[in-house]
């Protein structure tokens, strides 16, 4: 194939395709006439002929089966593979034509690329250059600078620059620099069209583009008339198309594909037809197969995979849409490696309960009421409790091994959500169906449409039924946020991890499914109904549907869709035993910004809490002190207390008070009063030799909540 012709074309470059012995052969007398010629060449139309070996049918009809028995989707690409080196097409070979207007819009494309890529190097990366040229400063724009005017200089400042530093990059080793360079230079120097082949998923449909007369019959008889005007507002636009009865019907475009011909066409008419010779070159995309290329399965009608949430609270499959109320988040989980549960939080971020390393369900520690897993009232939360009690232990195991493998590209955005135990995973809802933008295409065949008359036979030969294979996540993309999945339709337990198969692993369980390119756990056809997925994921991140068949579906949620939930979350690990002073709580926790850490014990039934901050109640005060009133009313006038209500109020830290006091009674009791506050926070330990008091052994549970102000 003469890939490096030059069109438009010069009498040197026709000269070069006369000498060409295949040329020579069937355009002797033409390109002679040509040569005469001494306006320049200018290709205008670009006609193309193929010949495709569709896979061998089992049925004269497709079956459900076609593409999931040849092809499959592998975890490191987006595109279907085949199963076996030696796929079955058919022998005869079917031939479509076609034909489209050449530009030159590819070649203006990859400039504009490469000028975007050198305009924005760095100085490091332009090291041992040598004097540089001046770089035109933009970075100072204002409004005006973006009125078409400037922008148009801007253009030809940015390609004046560039055109006087591509000549200093000849001078680098081989690289992307290197070759963007030289690529400037070649697609500057020479004329280039391209085109795509027009009108060949048409043709796959036995339809051709071409121009049509109206429908209309002015000539008529009314009853007549009337009946033309009835077709003409049914057929509407859509009579661009005409029907090719002789052609085979292909609605899944798949085989094995040969370029026959290729003819160029000039704006007089004249023209030239190039036989390929040898090997065509292909992308990744058509790999070379048996003599040809291989078409990977795809749809010749407009399509799409529709992957949409669900909101979290309706039944009725409704999308999340701008209102709050529509979010697809049903809840929240949250492993806790040091304990070896998962903790549980409702839609807003509030504890519910927790799963214990053993499977059974726990209330939280500090609440109160002991919330059984059927007065949830999110149903897709019970549901994944539920399945969590089987087997919690490889559950935590595998979301670390799956979170290892998540790293969002915004999360910069989000350092508020960095929390010390684990990664919050959220529970989500989402719909998945393949859709057409049009009816489903059927045979134009004559013996078709007689049956079609005859019988109203609508015949698409099952081509809707065909099942393609779809890997809901990417865990080799560092922004894909799927830890996995359950189906809702049909309702069963089984967790589909997006992490490749272990094949035969030991962590292996009859209720966790880990992905299998050969035996997808998701298919889905035109026909079918959307599927329903309760999926768990890291919210910051995105979710990727991959299908081969089209580009990658990513979706994402709005982060005022889960921030504000997330900074209601509090995390509690279990911690003993801790040798303490007696009466005090001593502990050396870290500091973390915006975070504050608390103590929570149980003695018999009460629960009890004991912040870093401290708060303290006015009846406390009044049991210790005789002059109780007295004492918290001075301690409320000299800021040692912060009053939150009339009865509970705030530790101020000894660095934020007053340094001195005129307070008697603060004074005369400033020892006992200190014991008292010490009691109702957490304080530091004392690291000096005093030995003084008697210490005991406390147990309970360390507690990371957001600050008052944060939460607020």
């Avoid at 081989?174 to 009108?199: D, V």
């Avoid at 007369?213 to 198309?241: A, R, S, T, Y």
């Avoid at 903790?343 to 214990?356: D, E, K, P, R, S």
């Avoid at 756990?521 to 599927?531: F, N």
Wanted: charged share 25%; aromatic share 10%; net charge neutral.
């Amino acid at each position: 194939m003469y890939s490096d012709s030059d069109f438009p074309i010069n009498n040197q470059t026709l000269q070069q395709l006369v000498r060409d012995e295949a040329v020579q052969q069937f355009y002797n007398t033409e390109m002679a006439n040509y040569l005469k010629w001494n306006q320049p060449w200018n290709p205008l139309v670009f006609e193309w002929e193929v010949e495709i070996f569709p896979f061998v049918k089992q049925n004269p009809s497709f079956s459900e089966s076609d593409v999931l028995n040849r092809f499959q989707l592998n975890i490191t690409s987006p595109d279907l593979k085949l199963k076996s080196n030696h796929p079955d097409f058919t022998e005869g070979g079917r031939v479509f034509t076609g034909s489209t207007l050449l530009s030159p819009h590819a070649k203006l494309k990859l400039l504009d690329s490469i000028k975007n890529f050198l305009w924005n190097l760095k100085n490091e990366d332009l090291q041992n250059l040598g004097e540089l040229p001046v770089k035109p400063d933009h970075s100072r724009d204002t409004v005006e600078d973006y009125s078409p005017t400037a922008l148009a200089i801007k253009e030809t400042e940015k390609v004046a620059y560039i055109n006087e530093l591509v000549p200093l990059l000849v001078s680098f080793k081989e690289g992307p620099i290197k070759n963007a360079a030289a690529h400037w230079n070649t697609l500057n120097e020479g004329h280039y069209l391209s085109q795509s082949l027009g009108g060949f998923n048409a043709a796959t449909l036995m339809h051709k583009q071409t121009l049509q007369l109206p429908i209309d019959d002015p000539l008529g008889f009314k009853e007549d008339q009337l009946f033309n005007q009835q077709v003409k507002k049914w057929v509407g636009l859509e009579n661009k198309w005409a029907p090719e009865p002789l052609n085979p019907f292909l609605p899944i475009r798949s085989g094995k594909i040969k370029l026959l011909n290729l003819r160029l066409i000039d704006s007089f008419g004249r023209h030239v037809t190039i036989k390929p010779k040898g090997k065509l070159a292909h992308s990744h995309a058509f790999p070379q197969v048996l003599g040809g290329a291989l078409l990977p399965p795809r749809l010749p009608q407009a399509s799409r995979l529709n992957l949409r949430w669900l909101s979290a609270n309706h039944d009725a499959d409704l999308e999340m849409n701008s209102h709050p109320a529509s979010s697809p988040i049903c809840g929240w989980l949250l492993p806790n490696n040091l304990d070896g549960n998962i903790m549980v939080y409702n839609q807003a971020g509030f504890l519910l309960g927790l799963i214990h390393d053993s499977g059974a369900w726990l209330p939280g520690p500090g609440n109160e009421i002991h919330l059984d897993i059927e007065e949830i009232q999110n149903k897709h939360v019970r549901k994944v409790i539920k399945s969590l009690q089987k087997d919690s232990r490889h559950f935590i195991g595998l979301f670390d091994q799956t979170l290892e493998k998540i790293d969002p590209e915004s999360f910069s955005q989000h350092l508020d959500l960095a929390l010390l135990m684990s990664r919050p995973i959220a529970i989500v809802r989402a719909s998945l169906n393949l859709e057409l933008k049009r009816r489903t295409a059927v045979t134009q065949s004559w013996d078709r449409l007689t049956r079609k008359v005859q019988n109203d036979d609508y015949d698409t030969e099952s081509f809707d039924t065909v099942k393609f294979p779809v890997r809901l996540g990417e865990p080799g993309q560092f922004n894909d946020g799927v830890l996995g999945y359950w189906k809702e339709e049909p309702d069963e337990d089984i967790f589909y991890s997006s992490l490749l198969s272990k094949y035969g692993s030991p962590k292996e369980n009859t209720y966790i499914n880990y992905y299998n390119p050969a035996k997808p756990s998701i298919s889905i056809s035109i026909q079918d109904a959307p599927q329903t997925f309760t999926m768990l994921i890291d919210p910051r991140a995105k979710v990727h549907l991959v299908s081969g068949i089209l580009p990658v579906k990513v979706i994402e949620i709005p982060p005022d869709q889960y921030r504000l939930a997330l900074s209601r979350m509090d995390i509690t690990f279990f911690t003993a035993p801790l040798l303490s002073p007696s009466g005090t709580l001593a502990l050396n926790l870290p500091v973390e910004a915006g975070y504050e850490w608390s103590w929570i014990s149980k003695k018999e039934a009460t629960w009890s809490e004991i912040s870093q901050s401290g708060t303290i109640d006015k009846h406390k005060v009044e049991a210790t002190f005789q002059n109780g009133l007295a004492i918290w009313n001075e301690l409320i006038a000299n800021k040692w207390l912060d009053p939150i209500d009339g009865f509970t109020a705030r530790i101020v830290q000894k660095d934020e008070r007053k340094k001195e006091t005129k307070s008697k009674i603060l004074s005369l009791e400033k020892d006992r009063i200190e014991q008292l506050l010490n009691k109702c926070k957490i304080v530091a330990p004392d690291t000096s030799a005093t030995f003084r008091g008697n210490s005991e052994i406390n147990e309970g549970w360390l507690k990371l909540s957001h600050t008052e102000k944060s939460k607020k």
